[in-house]
Structures are given as structure tokens and as C-alpha cells.
């Protein structure tokens, strides 16, 4: 119970940290009250927090994964040995923490006068967060060292935030600045963000059944 | 007794006939020619001189004749601008009427109707602006020659013939610069003249192209105006072409000249200017140096441009953002219970149950960010330049709607002649920059039009249009257009303050100077007004400034910074 507790706070405190950190961004990207003549030469900010934030989500969800599968199987304990509400627990703490950062969202899209799509941007997010907590847990139930596992969490972010750079609809930054610029135009980027939620749905679908088999291995073991 | 009978009802049928028929006939040729603008072309919101002309072949007809263009606009909705003008028409008659009407967006036609007394229109016609209407104010020509539609320095020229000249300056709104080539200005009417001369002082530009021209052209009303003092017209080589130049005493600047004789000459008039060829560059193929100068020059102070005034004013806008500290400060404390509910939930074998907490926690802390004293309103205002008639109507020429932070000062710069209005909308929605706002009533914006012509302050405000405060040249001509009554009204004239009293909303009045009471600085005065005077003295010695209280009756000695006044300053004068 110790143990659990202590893995409880451990959620807590870093849902509190990614909080502060956000909450930090925001407020650095904050405009001024500046005359519309200096404030349009003054280059706007505004776009770093959404991808600061979608940055730092996917690293604390992959702990969140990471965590959940710890090796003392303190979470298979407490929910005997049945997935369902393993999972469930993983997915919920992973929402929690986009949800307490929702008093930003709102205050970045109200003082940014964003449109409604800017919502669907938060969905995304979510999207994101999850497969990246699947792929903390699939990360955590391998046999690999903590320091491997490391280097490959990153590795594998980095990637994933440069290289897609070359195939804008899976990059989230593309996705991010078609859903929050109100000068998109949705309509011609709808193929794009098809594409970008069906492959976060996959990769989605990909780390959970990994993370799934990996459970399963590890169980029998 | 059938006889009679078929008789009587004979007769009643064959006078009904005539009754009808002449009823009928009475109006039957009546024939409306309506022309608008200058050489059939027309611009947006511009004040534009219409000719009406009416044949009427019937009997007297007495009524009146209808302008009106109904017009949508996202802030006033659906309005009909309406312009009329009574008629008496005898009996088989013609008549012609050039009336000042305030056209608005050209997509909208304009109506022109002719009533009879019991409001039945009795001839019609519909004039559609959309393929006539013209981008930019009018570059004007007059010549008995003619002259071209197109010039060297790339100005599009629209020839008209003196009837077409407007008898008041504000039918010229919409003109920037007339040509004068090989015409006689005496054939304008004295009140063409008038307007013509009013016109330039207003900001407009006036070119004469002389040469041998000038033997035309000699005019005692313009002369004293020219910038060159004629003396003769000689025949001068220039650069080997023989070409009759105009000489005499220089009066104005040389703003181009070729092998040491002056051949453009401009002189500054009231805020417009005149130019002088002292050749004929459309008979002598001028160089294009000639027309480069033309379209420089000394700037002319206080010229109209209000879409620079109106891009200006729109840059100046601040547009207010809750503050850094307040939100770091917010999100401090929405993260302090955070942690606390954290300290609280890891205590507690129930986890999920307590969480139920934390969404309460980010509803306060998104109520206490979203506060409307923190996220401050944004206030849209709108601006018109008015042009008044003869008749002393004011029409506002255009407008603007912008956005503006509370008590921030914009500086614009408007010609004398032009009244600055300031009113609040009541609808609200997305407009410029399609940046959302939300409208207070409440809340109204300091403005101060400067530089020296025209000064509105409004210090704060209630809600409700603020009172428009417009004069003219000459002796004081107010009209308060407003549903507020302006108490203690004054003006500040050559050093002198005269007492207005109050002014009654919505109603011109005139003004003799030499009739009116004049106050003193007393130190009875409460400090405020006192310190407003002291303000006004301290204005140009040739400055008027006119200034009123709106407020509460009976209260305005004691200024209280809790309550909210309104004081309009106007500053007017050539």
C-alpha cells in the first residue's frame, strides 16, 4: 500500500509539474497591451505554447506508461491481474493530466480569439497522449535496461517530431497550426487531418496491442 | 321620364370620362431625366450633385421630388437615405434641380420620384450607380476644346461643361484636382465661383494650364488667387520649339521651370492650392518633368485623406491583454491547490473519488481569469466626416468602425471643416480584423483630433450617442445632434469667452458674436472648468474652441472623478 501510495504521488506531483511548465509557457507567450502598429511588428509567440505543451504531454505520458508498468507489477496487484481496468487507469491518469491544463486552453484560445476547431486541437492532444502512454507501458514491460529504455523514449520522440517533419499530416505541429490558426482553411487541410487523427488512432491501436502482447509475455513469465 | 334618365346618366358617364381622363392626362407626360455625378460617373460616399430635370405637359402639378437609396450596412442595418426638395410645376412646364444628395455604397441605385401633394408618385426612375461609379476622388477638366480623358502623369481626366460645376463646396467632396484648360471662368456663376474658390481653400487643387490660353482665361474673381501676376504672353524658344509662354510677377513657388523661365508656378490657398502652366503643355508637347512636378508639391496642411486617418487611428488602438503577473499569478494559485488537493488525494485509499475536486478547482481559477475587469473590453467607435448643405443638414460622408481601449488618446489630424462624431453602436459582432468585442454603453474613448483644427475631448461618458458639435465659417453656426442636452455651453474666441447657455439637442442654432454674453475667468469658477479654460487660452490666438457640459442639472460645479461627464471641446477656425 506504501508502494502505491508512493506511485500515486509520483502521478500527482508530476501532473502538478507539467502544469507549472505549461502555465509557464503561457504565460511567457503572453501578448502585451501594445498599439496595434507595435504589436504587428511585434512577432507573436502565441504558437509556441501549443507546441511547447503537445511536446512536453507526449514525454509525461510516456512516464505515465512507463510507471504503469512498473516491473514490481504494483498496478497489476491492485487491479488483479485483469487488463481492463489496467488500461483504464492508464488512459484516465493520461486524460487528467491534459484536463488540468484545460483553464490554459481556455484562456490561450480566448485571449488569442481562436475558433472553434481549436478545440478539436485538445482531442488531438489527447490522441497523442495516449498512444504515447501505450508506448511507455509497452517501453517499461521489455527486458531492457532503464537506461535503454531511456535513450529509446527519446530516440523514438525525437524522431517522430523531426521526421515527420517531412510528412506534414502526421507531424503534430502541422496538425496543431491547421487546427489553431484562424486563417486556415480547414476545408482544403481536411485530407491532411484525416490522415494525422487516423494515424495518431493507429499508432494508437499499434502501442496499446504491443504494449497488450508485452503484458501478456511478461505475465507468463 | 327614361329619357331624361338615360340623358342624366349619360352625362354623368361622359363627365367621369373627362374627370379620369383629365385626371390621368394631368400627369401622363411627365418625364423625369436624371443625371448624377460628374461626366455620368459617381463614387462611394460622396456627397454628389444630381440634375433633375422635369417636363411636365399636364396640368399644375405642386409636390415634391424624392431622392432616397436604400442602403445595408452590418452596423445600421437596412436605412434609406432620403433627400427632397418641393416642386410647383405649371402647366406644361420644364424645370431643372441639381441637388446635393449623400450617395452611399454605389451597388445601391438611386431612386428619384416625383409626388404629386398626396404623396402619389407620379413619375419614377431608377438609376443604376453600379457600372458608372468610379474608384478614388475625380480629376475634373474644363476646356472648350477639349481635353483628355488620360494624361502624361497618369491621372484619368473627366471633361465637364460649366453647368456641370457645383454651386457649393461640398458637392466637390468628392473632386481632387480640376483642370482648367481653354475655358472662360467668367462664364461660371457667381455662386459656382463662390463654391469653386471655397472648394480649393477646403484642400482642393485648382490648375490652370495658361499659355495662349490666357487670353480666355483672364478672370478678375480668380486672379487675385494665381500664383503669378500676368503680364504678357510671349512667344519664348524652349528647347527649339517656339511656344507662347506666360509671363508676369512670380507670386507663388516655381515648382519646375526650363532654361531659366518659370513654367509651373503653385501657390498655397486656405489648405488647397492653385497651379499655374505658364504654358500649355496639352498644345506644346511638354516634358514629362512638367507632369512629374504636378503631381508634387508643397503638402498641404490639414488635407483630407481619411483613409490615412482612419488607418492611423486604427494602428493607434491598444489592444488590451490581461496582464503577465496576474495570470502567472492566477495560474500560482490554481497550481498551490492543485498540490494541496494532491497532499490531500495520496492520504486517501480512494483516489478517483477525490479527483472530483479538481475540476472545480479549474472552474475558479477559469472564472477568476476570465473576469471581465481582468479581460478588459474592447470599444468599438465610429467616426464620420460630415459635410454640411444650405439647407443645414449634416451628412456624415463616410464612417469607420475600430476598436479602441478605454481613455487612450488618439491623434488625427482633420481639416476645419470637418466635425468629428463619435458614437457608440449597440449591436455588437465580428467586424474588423475579425477580432471579437464586446460593447459597454458605459465606457467611451478619449479622443483628441489634432493637430490644430479640430479638438473633441471626451473625458468619460454615459452611455448614448455623443453629441455631434459641428460650425462653419463665418458667424457660429451649432447644431447639437444629440439626444443629450449640453449645459454651459462657450466659446472661446479671439481671446474672448463668450456664454452659449445651453443646447438644446438636435436643433441648429445661430450665433451672433457681438450679441452674446461674454463670461470671465472669475475665481468663483469651479477648478476644473477653470483649468479647461486655461487650457483653451493657451490655443493658437486665431483658434475658436467651443465647449459644453453634458451632465446632470444643477450639479456641475463640483467635479467628482467617482461620477461621469462628458465635456465635448471643439476647436474650429481657420
Given amino acids: ?116 476547431t481549436a478545440w478539436l486541437s485538445l482531442v488531438y492532444l489527447w490522441l497523442q497522449a495516449q498512444v504515447w502512454g501505450g508506448f511507455g507501458l509497452w517501453l517499461s514491460l521489455t527486458p531492457y535496461a532503464d537506461i535503454t529504455q531511456f535513450k529509446i523514449k527519446y530516440v523514438l520522440l525525437i524522431a517522430y517530431f523531426g521526421l515527420t517533419l517531412f510528412t506534414p499530416p502526421f507531424n503534430p505541429f502541422f496538425t496543431l497550426q491547421v487546427l489553431l490558426d484562424p486563417n486556415s482553411e480547414i476545408g482544403a487541410s481536411a485530407v491532411h487531418l484525416l490522415l494525422g487523427l487516423t494515424g495518431a488512432l493507429g499508432c494508437m491501436a499499434l502501442t496499446g496491442f504491443a504494449a497488450v502482447r508485452q503484458w501478456r509475455k511478461v505475465d507468463a513469465l | 321620364m327614361g329619357y331624361n334618365g338615360r340623358m342624366v346618366r349619360k352625362a354623368v358617364a361622359a363627365l367621369a370620362f373627362i374627370v379620369i381622363a383629365g385626371a390621368v392626362g394631368a400627369y401622363a407626360d411627365t418625364d423625369l431625366q436624371v443625371e448624377a455625378g460628374f461626366a455620368g460617373q459617381v463614387m462611394d460616399e460622396a456627397v454628389t450633385p444630381v440634375r433633375v430635370r422635369v417636363e411636365h405637359q399636364g396640368q399644375l402639378l405642386e409636390g415634391r421630388l424624392v431622392l432616397s437609396q436604400t442602403v445595408e450596412t452590418p452596423w445600421h442595418g437596412v436605412f434609406t437615405e432620403t433627400l427632397s426638395q418641393p416642386v410647383r410645376l405649371g402647366q406644361r412646364a420644364s424645370q431643372n434641380w441639381t441637388l446635393l444628395f449623400p450617395l452611399h455604397a454605389t451597388v445601391y441605385p438611386l431612386q428619384v420620384r416625383l409626388e404629386n401633394e398626396s404623396g402619389e408618385v407620379v413619375a419614377r426612375q431608377e438609376l443604376d450607380l453600379r457600372d458608372v461609379s468610379h474608384t478614388g476622388p475625380f480629376v475634373i477638366a474644363l476646356s472648350e476644346t477639349g481635353f483628355p480623358g488620360a494624361l502624361p502623369s497618369g491621372e484619368t481626366v473627366f471633361s465637364v461643361s460649366a453647368q456641370d460645376i457645383p454651386s457649393h463646396a461640398a458637392a466637390f467632396a468628392s473632386i481632387q484636382r480640376l483642370y482648367m484648360g481653354r475655358f472662360d471662368p467668367n462664364t461660371l456663376k457667381p455662386n459656382q465661383q463662390q463654391a469653386l474658390l471655397h472648394w480649393v481653400m477646403l484642400g482642393g487643387e485648382l490648375v490652370l494650364l495658361t499659355g495662349a490660353n490666357w487670353y480666355v482665361q483672364q478672370a478678375p474673381w480668380l486672379a487675385p488667387w ?240 455623443a453629441p455631434l458639435i459641428w460650425t462653419w465659417e463665418g458667424d457660429l453656426d451649432l447644431r447639437v445632434q444629440s439626444p443629450l442636452k449640453l449645459e454651459r455651453a462657450w466659446l472661446l474666441h479671439r481671446g474672448i469667452v ?68 462628458r465635456l465635448i471641446v471643439a476647436e474650429v477656425g481657420l
Avoid at chain 2, 288 to 293: D, I, S
Avoid at chain 2, 504 to 519: H, I, V
Fill in chain 1, 1 to 116: 500500500m506504501k508502494r502505491l501510495v508512493a506511485v500515486d504521488s509520483l502521478f500527482f506531483s508530476w501532473s502538478q509539474s507539467f502544469l507549472f511548465l505549461s502555465g509557464l509557457v503561457l504565460v511567457a507567450v503572453l501578448p502585451g497591451s501594445l498599439p496595434i502598429r507595435a504589436a504587428a511588428t511585434t512577432p507573436s509567440m502565441a504558437a509556441f505554447f501549443p507546441y511547447f505543451t503537445s511536446v512536453l504531454l507526449c514525454i509525461y505520458a510516456t512516464n505515465f506508461g512507463q510507471v504503469h508498468g512498473d516491473p514490481q507489477r504494483l498496478w497489476r496487484l491492485q487491479y488483479s491481474k485483469r487488463l481492463g481496468p489496467y488500461l483504464i487507469s492508464l488512459v484516465l491518469r493520461v486524460s487528467l493530466l491534459l484536463a488540468l491544463t484545460l483553464p490554459l486552453w481556455v484562456v490561450f484560445f480566448e485571449l488569442f480569439h481562436l475558433r472553434w
Fill in chain 2, 226 to 465: 494665381l500664383p503669378l501676376e500676368p503680364e504678357a504672353v510671349q512667344a519664348v524658344t524652349l528647347q527649339g520649339v517656339v511656344a507662347p509662354v506666360l509671363t508676369g510677377k512670380v507670386r507663388g513657388e516655381v515648382a519646375w521651370q526650363m532654361e531659366g523661365f518659370p513654367i509651373l508656378l503653385e501657390r498655397t490657398v486656405g489648405r488647397g492650392r492653385i497651379w499655374l502652366a505658364t504654358i500649355d503643355p496639352l498644345a506644346v508637347e511638354a516634358p514629362a518633368e512638367l507632369w512629374k512636378a504636378l503631381q508634387g508639391g508643397v503638402p498641404l496642411e490639414g488635407e483630407i485623406n481619411f483613409e490615412d486617418a482612419a488607418r492611423e487611428a486604427f494602428l493607434q488602438q491598444v489592444l488590451p491583454y490581461p496582464g503577465r503577473t496576474l495570470i502567472a499569478a492566477l495560474l500560482g494559485v490554481f497550481v498551490g491547490i492543485a498540490g494541496l488537493l494532491t497532499w490531500w488525494t495520496v492520504r486517501r485509499p480512494l483516489t478517483w473519488p477525490a479527483l472530483a475536486g479538481w475540476p472545480a478547482v479549474a472552474g475558479v481559477a477559469l472564472w477568476l481569469i476570465l473576469q471581465p475587469h481582468h479581460a478588459r473590453p474592447l470599444t468599438m467607435s465610429e467616426y464620420g466626416l460630415d459635410l454640411a448643405l444650405p439647407d443645414g443638414t449634416v451628412y456624415e460622408q463616410t464612417w469607420l468602425g475600430m476598436f479602441a481601449l478605454r481613455k487612450e488618446p488618439l491623434a488625427l489630424s482633420f481639416s476645419a471643416q470637418t466635425a468629428v462624431s463619435q458614437r457608440l453602436p449597440t449591436d455588437r459582432g465580428q467586424h474588423l480584423f475579425d477580432l471579437e468585442y464586446r460593447l459597454d454603453p458605459g465606457v467611451d474613448v478619449v479622443f483628441l483630433a489634432q493637430p490644430q483644427q479640430l479638438r473633441q475631448l471626451v473625458l468619460a461618458a454615459e452611455g448614448g450617442a
Fill in chain 2, 498 to 565: 463668450y456664454d452659449l447657455g445651453a443646447l438644446s439637442p438636435d436643433k441648429a442654432k445661430e450665433y451672433r458674436l457681438n450679441q452674446l454674453p461674454r463670461l470671465e475667468l472669475s475665481k468663483q469658477l469651479p477648478k476644473a472648468i477653470a483649468q479647461l479654460w486655461a487650457w483653451a487660452l493657451e490655443q493658437p490666438p486665431h483658434a475658436t474652441v467651443l465647449g459644453a457640459w453634458h451632465q446632470e442639472p444643477g450639479s456641475y460645479a463640483n467635479l467628482d472623478p467617482g461620477q461621469t461627464y
